[in-house]
Structure formats: structure tokens, C-alpha cells
């Protein structure tokens, strides 16, 4: 199923669910003004066909001690499928990397990072961004304040 051939119940379902993945199927169904039954089989049909990727918590990263976040443009010397699926492997092994996108500019991928302060930022550019496979150069963007973080 691709997302032109979800209706308006589909799509309200989902909607509910990422403001709040802990809604009890009676509320789920009464925010869609179905009865749970037919909720509970859209909802496997959803998770199913992979719309529905998984639930997760929201953390407080200032209270885990991940409140300083930068963005990192990356620039590889070498472009390549082979390179590239090195990098993406080998940035799969960073705990700090908390997102990673492949980009259409003038570098190649852009790196959300999380640390507890600008040194402990500062030893993961140099210790393990820096080293990864065929990065060639990196600028930061430090954030100073999230205005929305879903």
C-alpha cells in the first residue's frame, strides 16, 4: 500500500499516534470515531505494511546529559557506492551521531550530534567524525537553542 491509498481514518491514525504513542485503543478508536475492532486491524495493517515503524519514548537529552547538539556538514574525498556504504556503516557505529542524512549540496551528508558540552563535542570531531572513512573536510553549526524537537 503506498500512501496515496490511505484514507482519512489511516492518516488520523497515525496523526494520534505520533503525538502519543501510549493511547489505549479505546482512545485511538474514539479519536477516529471508530470502535476498536476495526482500529485494532487498521493499526496491525499499518505496522504491517511498515508505516508504523515502531514506538518510542521521548528523553530529555538536557537530563541525560546530551543537551548540546551541533550540525555537521560532511564532505567525502571520494563518492562512490563503495565509499559511500562505508561511511554509512561506519556512522552507524557512533553513539553521538543521532542523525545522519545524505544531501543534495555542495557537501555530502549532514550529522546531528549529541554530547554533554562543547569539549566532549569537540573529542568526537576529532576522534571519530574526523576518522571516519573517506571524510575529507566537516564544518559545525552549534545550536543554541531547540525551538521544535519532535
Known amino acids: 500500500m503506498n500512501s496515496d491509498r ?70 567525502l574525498s571520494d563518492t562512490r557506492s563503495d565509499a559511500l556504504e562505508a561511511f554509512n556503516r561506519a556512522v552507524l557505529t557512533v553513539p553521538e551521531i543521532d542523525q545522519c542524512h545524505m544531501i543534495a549540496a555542495s557537501f555530502d551528508y549532514l550529522l546531528k550530534v549529541r554530547t554533554r558540552d562543547i569539549q566532549a563535542y569537540r573529542r568526537v570531531l576529532g576522534e571519530k567524525i574526523s576518522r571516519l572513512p573517506h571524510v575529507s573536510h566537516t564544518s559545525t553549526f552549534v545550536a543554541m537553542e531547540t525551538v521544535k524537537d519532535r
Not at 484514507?7 to 497515525?14: G, K, W
Open 6 to 75: 490511505m484514507d482519512r481514518i489511516d492518516r488520523n491514525i497515525l496523526d494520534a499516534l505520533s503525538r502519543d504513542a501510549r493511547l489505549s485503543m479505546a482512545e485511538l478508536a474514539r479519536r477516529v470515531g471508530l470502535s476498536k475492532t476495526p482500529v485494532q486491524a487498521r493499526l496491525k495493517r499499518l505496522e504491517k505494511e511498515g508505516f508504523i515503524r515502531g514506538y518510542a519514548a521521548i528523553i530529555d537529552r538536557e537530563r541525560m546529559g546530551e543537551g548540546h547538539v551541533a550540525f555537521v556538514q560532511v564532505t
